[in-house]
């Protein structure tokens, strides 16, 4: 029956409870809704499961090659192309332990101590901490929903120095759940080239967009474009792979892809990606996309659930996310220290949301909390039936 994979029997809250770490179901008290990591509570498609049961049941379990299994990179190579538009070819993927590792594994190649790197502020802790390990510097330009290109584009001149060397994106945005349009992308992009920097583009909510909006990857936007950026994806998001951890680094330039190899240190074995999880994303991208579907479907109802449950609290300001399955609402009218409301949440509801602290979003992201909404209906109508008198008695109070 279609939708049968999410409905609220399919997802198996005892199993989560033992399972789902992460700031989620295992680490929460028996008692407490986790709506905090971005991380499906339901079963991955029936695609992946046949298909990585058929490969255990061979028995095998060899070394792979280090820069990911030839069906691993031929296959994301075309879903690139078919999907995005970016003519990849295989040799130009890399395999790593997730989108998260990827994104360090870039910076380490590409940046020196002292080196800046542009960063949206707010954007997801994973940008500043990722630059931080390299030993360079994060240097926040605020954006918001409504930020224009022309905007956007000044902020980044009134912050470049002779230190500058990157630009990083992320597209669609967490956690605004904006989808940049393509001449956004543009305006920021060409600039970046025009000042010789390289772009780094997180795409690893590609997939999950709601119409009319849609994912345009920076590497689509112009060939003098693509030879300066590296495409960062995963299957956490749209296949439900987190635990598997597999990502992949996509780029063009064959130094910069050498140089980034090289940093992910795959070829002395002593790094690499699971096998097991390579086939898992090979199966996803292969015969997945029927359940993909169904899942969007899924998160569209999802979210105008929770746009709409917002939408009745006093004073709550938010926006419908074009992209991505959590919403981002401001209730700094409630209480301006969102790591102190999501404690009373905790406590008084027993519901668990992630604050708009700066540990995890950035400055910008003050008096926000993010809530994720990759949930079942029942689980998130429970979640907001337990929020809203809380949220009541303390509008009533101010």
């Given at each position: 029956?279609?939708?049968?994979?999410?409905?609220?029997?399919?997802?198996?809250r005892e199993l989560l409870r033992?399972?789902?770490?992460?700031?989620?179901?295992?680490?929460?008290?028996?008692?407490?809704?986790?709506?905090?990591?971005?991380?499906?509570?339901?079963?991955?498609?029936?695609?992946?499961?046949?298909?990585?049961?058929?490969?255990?049941?061979?028995?095998?379990?060899?070394?792979?090659?280090?820069?990911?299994?030839?069906?691993?990179?031929?296959?994301?190579?075309?879903?690139?192309?078919?999907?995005?538009?970016?003519?990849?070819?295989?040799?130009?993927?890399?395999?790593?332990?997730?989108?998260?590792?990827?994104?360090?594994?870039?910076?380490?190649?590409?940046?020196?101590?002292?080196?800046?790197?542009?960063?949206?502020?707010?954007?997801?802790?994973?940008?500043?901490?990722?630059?931080?390990?390299?030993?360079?510097?994060?240097?926040?330009?605020?954006?918001?929903?409504?930020?224009?290109?022309?905007?956007?584009?000044?902020?980044?001149?009134?912050?470049?120095?002779?230190?500058?060397?990157?630009?990083?994106?992320?597209?669609?945005?967490?956690?605004?759940?904006?989808?940049?349009?393509?001449?956004?992308?543009?305006?920021?992009?060409?600039?970046?080239?025009?000042?010789?920097?390289?772009?780094?583009?997180?795409?690893?909510?590609?997939?999950?967009?709601?119409?009319?909006?849609?994912?345009?990857?920076?590497?689509?936007?112009?060939?003098?474009?693509?030879?300066?950026?590296?495409?960062?994806?995963?299957?956490?998001?749209?296949?439900?792979?987190?635990?598997?951890?597999?990502?992949?680094?996509?780029?063009t330039d064959p130094t910069w892809?050498?140089?980034?190899?090289?940093?992910?240190?795959?070829?002395?074995?002593?790094?690499?990606?699971?096998?097991?999880?390579?086939?898992?994303?090979?199966?996803?991208?292969?015969?997945?996309?029927?359940?993909?579907?169904?899942?969007?479907?899924?998160?569209?109802?999802?979210?105008?659930?929770?746009?709409?449950?917002?939408?009745?609290?006093?004073?709550?300001?938010?926006?419908?996310?074009?992209?991505?399955?959590?919403?981002?609402?401001?209730?700094?009218?409630?209480?301006?220290?969102?790591?102190?409301?999501?404690?009373?949440?905790?406590?008084?509801?027993?519901?668990?949301?992630?604050?708009?602290?700066?540990?995890?979003?950035?400055?910008?992201?003050?008096?926000?909390?993010?809530?994720?909404?990759?949930?079942?209906?029942?689980?998130?109508?429970?979640?907001?039936?337990?929020?809203?008198p809380v949220v009541f008695e303390?509008?009533?109070?101010?």
């Open positions: 029956m279609a939708g049968a994979e999410f409905s609220d029997a399919a997802v198996p033992r399972r789902a770490y992460n700031l989620r179901w295992a680490q929460q008290p028996d008692d407490v809704i986790p709506l905090t990591a971005a991380d499906s509570d339901f079963p991955v498609s029936p695609a992946v499961r046949e298909r990585l049961t058929q490969f255990v049941a061979d028995g095998l379990f060899n070394y792979g090659p280090p820069e990911g299994l030839p069906e691993f990179r031929a296959t994301l190579a075309q879903w690139y192309t078919e999907r995005r538009g970016v003519p990849y070819e295989p040799t130009a993927v890399l395999a790593t332990d997730s989108a998260a590792a990827a994104m360090t594994v870039v910076a380490r190649a590409s940046l020196a101590p002292g080196d800046e790197v542009l960063i949206p502020d707010p954007v997801d802790f994973l940008f500043e901490h990722a630059i931080r390990r390299a030993g360079a510097i994060p240097v926040r330009v605020p954006l918001a929903p409504k930020t224009t290109a022309t905007d956007y584009v000044a902020a980044l001149g009134a912050r470049l120095t002779s230190r500058t060397r990157m630009v990083w994106l992320c597209n669609p945005h967490n956690p605004w759940g904006t989808v940049p349009t393509r001449r956004w992308l543009q305006a920021v992009a060409r600039w970046a080239v025009r000042h010789r920097l390289r772009l780094l583009s997180d795409e690893v909510w590609a997939d999950i967009t709601y119409p009319p909006h849609r994912c345009t990857s920076v590497a689509a936007l112009a060939p003098e474009i693509a030879a300066q950026t590296v495409t960062i994806y995963g299957f956490s998001k749209n296949f439900a792979l987190a635990g598997l951890r597999v990502g992949a680094v996509l780029c892809r050498e140089e980034i190899v090289t940093a992910a240190d795959v070829r002395s074995t002593a790094a690499g990606v699971s096998v097991l999880s390579q086939v898992a994303a090979v199966a996803a991208m292969q015969a997945g996309e029927p359940w993909l579907a169904e899942f969007l479907s899924h998160l569209r109802k999802q979210r105008d659930l929770v746009l709409g449950r917002l939408r009745r609290w006093p004073g709550v300001a938010t926006r419908p996310p074009q992209g991505t399955f959590v919403a981002f609402p401001d209730l700094s009218r409630l209480d301006p220290d969102a790591e102190h409301l999501c404690q009373h949440f905790e406590h008084k509801a027993k519901v668990a949301l992630v604050p708009g602290s700066p540990r995890w979003f950035g400055p910008g992201a003050a008096g926000h909390v993010r809530i994720s909404f990759a949930t079942s209906r029942e689980i998130l109508t429970e979640a907001f039936d337990r929020l809203d303390l509008a009533s109070g101010r």
